[in-house]
């Protein structure tokens, strides 16, 4: 089944769910399908079950006899019309079954259900097995949710559905090259500055913004001005709803608190923890609140075993905690133009600069295995102790190949990332420094290639031992 023309990119998840979908097997019964809002995954399986046939419900925050109502007539508008009245869910399921005996299923906005039903889960289980009401139809099943700390629960530990499913597919946001050419951006300068902001979010091109695209580098700071800070385009407020989505957040100051901490460049758990005032283990609900709904993830130390370094993995929220929140008095007083002259450093040293760091990082990801000798086996961010000199040496993307038994780890490259500043020797010779203290700690460095990523370019000649990565190659 070909993928229709107007969906962008997917082709992976176009592919599973189409393997799913037509699957021959009787056993292949479930899936589950989850991503953060604005991805696209209703349009997938709108498109999915128009070509296989089957049901498509889409679910609301509403009671259960609400919901019930609402399904019984979707269901009967399936069969030629007139209402069903269930009085509960396992009647729904056992008519659902009957009705809809081949094709696809599918249920979007599950956790919404569950809010309302917390034992849905186990009514579905109860469905899928052998001896029930799924028992002898040749349909299949697809749940799908963008509340990612209820979906992630649907087949983790004991959960009733778990061993159940033969897909579960993250739609995640587009890449950083891919939102490039959705945005119809050519220049990579302005693509990072872009990407910074609105990351790889379909929806964010189209209704949240008008369709309203920079049309330059100098645009840029107009852009902003008119969609992102304005108090009358949609995307002014989405930061907002994003954590105010996720079912499991009740008080959101102590979450905004954490993120507002990482946005400010604070990674540790101890530096959360300081910078809002809190003891390090009041903060441990949060944090896994937040990295079980994807909003932040925890990335482990390249060089220093136990440090774990969060990030906010949602573009539009770094934006709005580093930037919009601060601000937001002038900017719902339509003084947006102030606002962002107020705030353009802070959006380069703590959105962009941070930003560009992750790009790279991903960069490395892609490329072929002759830029770094081989292809990598960990790509992170490391802190390198210099005993000496009483410091510590960041190393912004240190690639390292797999692990040998009996062989020392070899790290195949260091690196420092400056987006607007130009660098020189100097940064080529930190990191040699952090080269030379990781051999005498046991790493091989032997074949340690000493990168520079720039944003700004290089002065001077290059080190013979170093590696120039500039804009364009990110984006070749």
């Not at 770094?318 to 900017?331: D, G, I, K, Q």
Request: glycine content about 8%; some cysteine; proline content about 5%.
């Amino acid at each position: 089944m070909a993928k229709p023309a107007h969906v962008f990119e997917r082709d992976r998840e176009w592919a599973g769910l189409v393997r799913f979908a037509t699957s021959p097997w009787p056993d292949v019964r479930l899936a589950i399908v989850s991503g953060r809002r604005r991805q696209g995954k209703t349009l997938l399986l709108n498109e999915l079950v128009k070509m296989v046939g089957g049901f498509f419900f889409a679910a609301t925050d509403e009671t259960e006899h609400q919901a019930l109502a609402r399904f019984g007539r979707a269901l009967a508008a399936q069969t030629g019309g007139g209402r069903y009245a269930f009085a509960d869910w396992h009647e729904a399921l056992e008519r659902l079954y009957i009705d809809v005996p081949q094709g696809l299923i599918v249920i979007d906005e599950f956790p919404y259900l569950t809010k309302a039903s917390p034992s849905l889960a186990s009514v579905f289980q109860l469905a899928l097995d052998p001896r029930g009401y799924a028992r002898g139809a040749k349909s299949r099943l697809l749940l799908c949710g963008s509340a990612m700390r209820v979906m992630g629960r649907l087949l983790a530990g004991n959960a009733p559905l778990r061993g159940r499913a033969s897909l579960e597919l993250v739609v995640k946001p587009l890449d950083y090259r891919a939102a490039a050419r959705f945005w119809g951006i050519d220049d990579p300068r302005l693509a990072v500055l872009v990407h910074a902001i609105v990351g790889g979010t379909p929806a964010y091109r189209r209704e949240f913004v008008g369709h309203d695209a920079p049309q330059s580098v100098d645009d840029f700071d107009d852009w902003v001005v008119r969609t992102v800070l304005n108090p009358q385009i949609p995307i002014f407020r989405e930061a907002r709803y994003l954590l105010a989505e996720e079912a499991d957040i009740r008080e959101t100051a102590i979450y905004h608190a954490v993120l507002d901490a990482i946005a400010s460049g604070n990674a540790t758990r101890g530096g959360i923890a300081n910078h809002i005032g809190r003891k390090s283990p009041d903060i441990g609900h949060p944090l896994t609140v937040l990295e079980d709904s994807q909003l932040i993830t925890r990335e482990a130390d390249a060089f220093r075993k136990g440090r774990s370094l969060f990030r906010i993995s949602e573009p539009l929220i770094v934006f709005y905690e580093a930037v919009m929140r601060r601000e937001w008095t002038r900017l719902e007083r339509g003084q947006q133009e102030a606002a962002w002259r107020d705030s353009r450093a802070t959006f380069l040293s703590q959105v962009v600069g941070p930003h560009f760091e992750a790009l790279c990082r991903e960069w490395v990801w892609t490329v072929d295995a002759d830029v770094f000798g081989e292809l990598p086996s960990e790509v992170a961010a490391g802190t390198v102790a210099d005993p000496h000199n009483r410091t510590q040496i960041e190393v912004d993307v240190a690639v390292l190949a797999r692990e040998e038994h009996g062989r020392p780890r070899r790290v195949l490259s260091l690196g420092e990332v400056k987006w607007d500043k130009v660098m020189n020797a100097g940064h080529v010779e930190r990191l040699r420094r952090a080269r030379d203290l990781l051999s005498v700690k046991g790493y091989d460095t032997s074949g340690t290639i000493l990168t520079c990523y720039t944003g700004a370019g290089f002065q001077g000649d290059l080190p013979k031992d170093a590696r120039l990565v500039t804009i364009e190659d990110l984006y070749a």
